[in-house]
């Protein structure tokens, strides 16, 4: 018997005709990865950009990615896989790593609790740093992740140039580091700063986000 109500099925429905055309899976299976600009996502899949529009729609109205404004660059916006789109289904490990770096501007919040959520998760090693390191860890930082029993580096912010090295696998965790370096082998995480906003409610917003790409991504990644 179906218990399972209608609009839930039909959801479901969605997402399966959605994911049935090979080029938005190909889409989807690389936001589970990390969030990618519309000029990003072309470049990957060498597709007109007319085509490329109606299969993002095509997933935004199954509810498979969401779209936002870069916090930098405001005409920019990044496409992110929706929060528990794929239940289970997203490909298994396929990129090796030999070491994981967690990248934002100030070095003071989202990279730090990336790194500290993923010491918990993988046995792959991994550091943070910043492209303009700030002189201390927030506040902020500290705060939400003593409330969710999380242990930050007795570290200061520390300088990209300073603890970087080329194997590294980096992910990005801020649109500004992003924007600003180019090249550079790994993934970008488009998280909202929470010392724009500097609240509570802010850096826990963070958190859970941080929290939830930490945990997808682990299974991806392979020791190298």
Known sequence: MNTEPAEAFQARVAKHAALADPARLRIVDLLTLGDLSPTE???????????????????????????HRSEADRRRSYFRLAADALEGL???????ASRVLFL??????????AAALWNQVSGIPCISA?????????PGAI?????HG????????????????????VVTVCDNAHEELSGRRGIHWSIPDPLRLNTREA????FTDISHRVRDLAPRLRAA
Do not use: K
């Not at 109606?54 to 498979?64: F, Q, S």
């Open 130 to 138: 910043g492209t303009h390191p700030a002189g201390s860890i927030s």
């Open 41 to 67: 996502l072309q470049a990957e899949l060498g597709m007109p950009s007319n085509l490329l529009s109606h299969h993002l729609r095509a997933l935004e109205g199954a509810g498979l990615a969401t779209r």
């Open 90 to 96: 997203a490909p298994g490990a396929g990129r090796g």
């Open 203 to 206: 850096f826990e917003d963070a």
């Open 104 to 113: 934002c501007t100030r070095n003071s919040a989202r990279s730090q609790l």
């Open 143 to 147: 705060d939400v992740a003593r409330r």
């Open 150 to 169: 999380v242990a930050l580096a007795h570290v200061s912010p520390r300088r990209l140039e300073d603890v970087g090295r080329d194997d590294d696998f």
